[in-house]
Antibody, heavy 121, light 109 residues
Framework: EVQLLESGGGLVQRGGSLRLSCTAS????????MSWVRQAPGKGLEWVSS????????YYADSVKGRFTTSRDNPKNTLDLQMNNLRADDTAVYYC??????????????WGQGTLVSVSS | EIVLTQSPGTLSLTPGERATLSCRAS???????LAWYQQKPGQAPRLLIY???SRATGIPDRFSGSGSETDFTLTISSLEPEDFAVYYC??????????FGQGTKLEIK
């Protein structure tokens, strides 16, 4: 059974830093790209970042580029999101999610339960 | 950058009725890059449909997806009480990145 478990959320002051982690199990972790997706309170879903299975390639939304860094440790089956210079509009539930590629399609087929990041001003 | 516009914003129906949710892209997208998700309050999103029309594992056959180019539809043939939720469409685009629509809330009338 695929499981994704996020941790590391909490309350942080504006301009501060936080590191989120996602521990994966139930699939061959290094064979799949992973993503972070966030959801501000009462709002929709916003893609934040993706990282390739071999960790060589990372991609970021414009809203977080230069402030957030995604990394992964394949032997440990963990995915991390280092968030620096946090702003009030970074307040959201952060989900890690596993890529699915089937017959040329791309989607996110498994999601963690999410971890809440609150940035105080 | 592709923008996905979902309509209606809110859909009020009763159990047993048919639901039709729309997702319109600002320009052409390959149908294989279009997916649909369901999200219930306090829960993570769940993948329903990938490749515009293929059901994900464990998804009941009352859920179906269709469409091409810029217009896509999620249909729920006969609503069950557990289907009332928010639905998002998603496209996988260049960069690469995922872009989501703003969501359609399906509520009990």
């Amino acid at each position: 059974e695929v499981q994704l478990l996020e941790s590391g959320g909490g309350l942080v002051q504006r301009g501060g830093s936080l590191r989120l982690s996602c521990t994966a199990s139930g699939f061959t972790f290094n064979k799949y790209a992973m993503s972070w997706v966030r959801q501000a309170p009462g709002k929709g879903l916003e893609w934040v970042s993706s990282i390739s299975g071999n960790a060589e390639d990372t991609y970021y939304a414009d809203s977080v580029k230069g402030r957030f860094t995604t990394s992964r440790d394949n032997p440990k089956n963990t995915l991390d999101l280092q968030m620096n210079n946090l702003r009030a509009d970074d307040t959201a539930v952060y989900y890690c999610a596993k890529y699915s590629y089937i017959s040329g399609s791309y989607s996110l087929d498994y999601w963690g339960q999410g971890t809440l990041v609150s940035v105080s001003s | 950058e592709i923008v996905l516009t979902q309509s209606p914003g809110t859909l009020s129906l009763t159990p047993g009725e048919r639901a039709t949710l729309s997702c319109r892209a600002s320009h052409y997208i390959h149908y294989m890059y279009l997916a649909w998700y369901q999200q219930k309050p306090g829960q993570a999103p769940r993948l329903l449909i990938y490749g515009a029309s293929s059901r994900a594992t464990g998804i009941p056959d009352r859920f179906s997806g269709s469409g091409s180019e810029t217009d896509f539809t999620l249909t729920i043939s006969s609503l069950e009480p557990e289907d009332f939720a928010v639905y998002y469409c998603q496209v996988y685009g260049d960069s690469p990145r995922f872009t989501f629509g703003q969501g359609t809330k399906l509520e009990i009338k």
